[in-house]
């Protein structure tokens, strides 16, 4: 069962454009999403997050837009650059108990800016 | 320095060997992970540990057996390995939980033969 739908797999983008990537969600117990950026051979490093109490976080050219009645939340990255060129994963958090909290990620897209 | 270090980075090794893949954290935090992720990038939470207590066990097999021996370091042991184990498998720590900034290792990529 896939809590976190992502889409899509993969995303071409010529240098200066939008990316956008979609993530959806079933669960209303999720209560922060985070979108973590992955470079080929490294850990996943935290790009920027939302709590469901906004509808929108911005920070330099990554833009989070978070549609709580539709359960819906996405990543635009303007003005994008051959250096964004990664696999992004949105997630979403839910406590489990005994003061823990646990992260559920999408299934990740590969983003390739081109010059 | 490395925030969160894991190694051997790369652990090629036969069927049915046993094999350990270390962890440590430099930052202080009470929790710590760790993750699998497969070869089409999927990342899902094996274990996490909060002050050296196991908080979440996922449907994982018990040939893997997590050891915390103190809170900056997660250990991962692997019993009878399989050619399905192969992957990548990251470590990871955050102050708080998962609610909070989750930072990863560099992984260690595990291939069985």
């Known amino acids: 069962q896939q809590q976190v739908k992502q889409s899509p797999q993969s995303l071409i983008v010529q240098k200066g454009g939008i990316s956008i990537i979609n993530c959806a969600y079933e669960?209303?117990?999720?209560?922060?999403f985070p979108w973590y950026q992955q470079f080929p051979g490294k850990g996943p490093a935290l790009l920027i997050a939302?709590?469901?109490?906004?509808s929108e976080k911005k920070e330099g050219r990554f833009t989070i837009s978070f549609n709580k009645s539709a359960k819906q939340f996405s990543l635009h990255i303007m003005d994008s650059q051959p250096g964004d060129s990664a696999t992004y994963f949105c997630?979403?958090?839910?406590?489990?108990?005994?003061?823990?909290?646990?992260?559920?990620f999408g299934k990740g897209t590969k983003l390739s800016v081109i010059p | 320095d490395t925030a969160v270090s894991q190694t051997p980075k790369y652990l090629v090794t036969q069927m049915g060997n046993d094999k350990s893949i270390k962890c440590e954290q430099n930052?202080?935090?009470?929790?710590m992970y760790w993750y699998k992720q497969d070869s089409k990038k999927f990342l899902k939470i094996m274990f996490s540990?909060?002050?050296?207590?196991?908080?979440i066990n996922e449907t994982v097999p018990n040939r893997f057996s997590p050891k915390s021996p103190d809170k900056a370091h997660l250990n991962l042991h692997i019993n009878s390995l399989e050619l399905g184990d192969s992957a990548v498998y990251f470590c990871?720590?955050?102050?708080?939980?998962?609610?909070?900034?989750?930072?990863f290792g560099s992984g260690t990529q595990l291939s069985v033969l």
């Open positions: 930052l202080g935090h009470d929790t």
């Open positions: 669960n209303t117990a999720f209560d922060y």
């Open positions: 990871a720590s955050s102050q708080g939980g998962a609610r909070e900034k989750l930072f």
């Open positions: 540990y909060n002050n050296k207590e196991l908080i």
């Open positions: 997630a979403a958090n839910e406590y489990s108990g005994a003061g823990s909290y646990q992260l559920t």
């Open positions: 939302i709590r469901p109490d906004v």
